[in-house]
């Protein structure tokens, strides 16, 4: 009786350890991306930025999901955001969507501020 106590906990231990294991893997498996743009619109949990997209050449409109999970950098909320502020983005991709792990407000240097500014006569 006690033989099979000790050889169901061992089995239930290994089963256990090949569940966290596997946990683990697919969490590496994720590789976190990284992108930076142009705010366009925040709706809901949804922040749509312009970015470079290298193989058309061109600007496009891409959306990354903002949840509990993703750090906010610069910024206290998702609603703060406005549009034409620059955003850098860290981020994986999830059942075929953009998940930020990371949101960064870049706050510009007072020497770009000076180069926005329109000169006064």
Same mark, same amino acid.
């Given at each position: 009786?006690?033989?099979?106590?000790?050889?169901?906990?061992?089995? *239930?231990?290994?089963?256990? *350890?090949?569940?966290?294991?596997?946990?683990?893997?697919?969490?590496?498996?994720?590789?976190?991306?990284?992108?930076?743009?142009?705010?366009?619109?925040?709706?809901?949990?949804?922040?749509?930025? $312009?970015?470079?997209?290298?193989?058309?050449?061109?600007?496009?409109?891409? $959306?990354?999901?903002?949840?509990?999970?993703?750090?906010?950098?610069?910024?206290?909320?998702?609603?703060? *955001?406005?549009?034409?502020?620059?955003?850098?983005?860290?981020?994986?991709?999830?059942?075929?969507?953009?998940?930020?792990?990371?949101?960064?407000? @870049?706050?510009?240097?007072?020497?770009? @501020? @000076? @180069?926005?500014?329109?000169?006064?006569?």
């Amino acid at each position: 009786m006690i033989i099979k106590k000790v050889l169901l906990a061992a089995i *239930l231990g290994l089963a256990f *350890l090949g569940i966290l294991a596997g946990s683990a893997v697919a969490q590496e498996e994720e590789e976190v991306l990284g992108t930076y743009g142009h705010v366009v619109k925040v709706t809901g949990n949804q922040l749509t930025i $312009s970015e470079w997209d290298i193989e058309k050449e061109a600007m496009v409109d891409v $959306s990354y999901t903002v949840d509990a999970k993703t750090k906010l950098i610069n910024v206290g909320a998702l609603k703060d *955001l406005k549009a034409d502020q620059s955003v850098d983005i860290n981020y994986v991709v999830r059942a075929g969507k953009n998940v930020a792990v990371d949101l960064t407000l @870049e706050i510009p240097s007072d020497d770009e @501020e @000076e @180069e926005e500014a329109p000169a006064t006569e």
